[in-house]
């Protein structure tokens, strides 16, 4: 079974200050990682994704994502926070298991920056 | 313009009416998606679609049915909707190879979503 682990549900950070978001998946078979921003009233959007190669992937608004295949995680992280990075941060996972692909979100982990 | 659009945006009802939520994108891609999000527990696939004659069934798609008119649009139904049907929906397209299990690796683009209330 595959699952996504977001495990906190909110992250209050001061503005300027660096913020990691914590995303850790279960599968047995290789996966694809995408991390999503959802900004209040409106739909998701890709900020980066983890295909194959380099494990530390860098995305949109500054944003770097490191794959680790030994811990299973797929943590975000950003050096300084702008007040404009306040949303809701969702963790996606796709196993590709004999040409089926089968997608698994997160909870979701509200980032609030505080000026 | 936006790529992907979404109607209603809001809209409530009752329980047993049957509701259509409709989807349209100007992006030119064939595999179009829908799902739902409820508060803490994330987006989860109803239906997607590679193309007009191509419909397929997601991870949670008891109670609802979608109708792929054209390229462009793709729409869901509650045929009789019930409260646990409360939910944001959100329809996405994206391109890439036609794979079972709807999911892709290419982008997603999605929708600003319908908020659906059942009373």
């Known amino acids: 079974a595959q699952s996504v682990t977001q495990l906190d549900s909110q992250v209050p950070v001061f503005e300027e200050a660096p913020v990691e978001l914590r995303c850790n998946y279960s599968?047995?078979?290789?996966?694809?990682l995408f991390w999503y921003v959802q900004y209040p009233n409106q739909g998701l959007q890709l900020l980066l994704k983890?295909?194959?190669?380099?494990?530390l992937v860098k995305g949109i608004n500054g944003f770097e994502a490191e794959f680790n295949k030994s811990q299973t995680s797929f943590h975000l992280r950003k050096p300084s926070v702008h007040i404009s990075d306040t949303a809701e941060y969702f963790c996606a996972v796709i196993r590709n298991s004999g040409g089926y692909q089968k997608v698994t979100f997160g909870t979701g982990t509200k980032l609030q920056v505080i000026p | 313009d936006a790529d992907v659009t979404q109607t209603p945006r809001n809209r409530i009802t009752k329980t047993g009416k049957r509701i259509m939520l409709e989807c349209s994108q100007t992006?030119?891609?064939?595999?179009m998606y829908w799902y739902r999000q409820d508060p803490g527990l994330g987006l989860r696939l109803i239906y997607y679609s590679f193309d007009v004659k191509d419909i397929n069934k997601g991870e949670i798609s008891d109670g609802y049915s979608v109708s792929r008119q054209a390229q462009a649009k793709f729409s869901l139904s509650l045929e009789s909707a019930i409260p646990n049907q409360t939910a944001l929906y959100f329809c996405?397209?994206?391109?890439?190879?036609?794979?079972?299990?709807?999911?892709?690796?290419?982008?997603?683009?999605f929708g600003p979503g319908t908020r659906l209330t059942v009373l």
């Open positions: 599968s047995s078979v290789s996966v694809y």
């Open positions: 983890y295909l194959s190669g380099s494990t």
């Open positions: 992006k030119g891609h064939d595999r």
């Open positions: 996405a397209t994206s391109d890439g190879p036609r794979l079972a299990g709807g999911a892709s690796t290419d982008t997603q683009y």
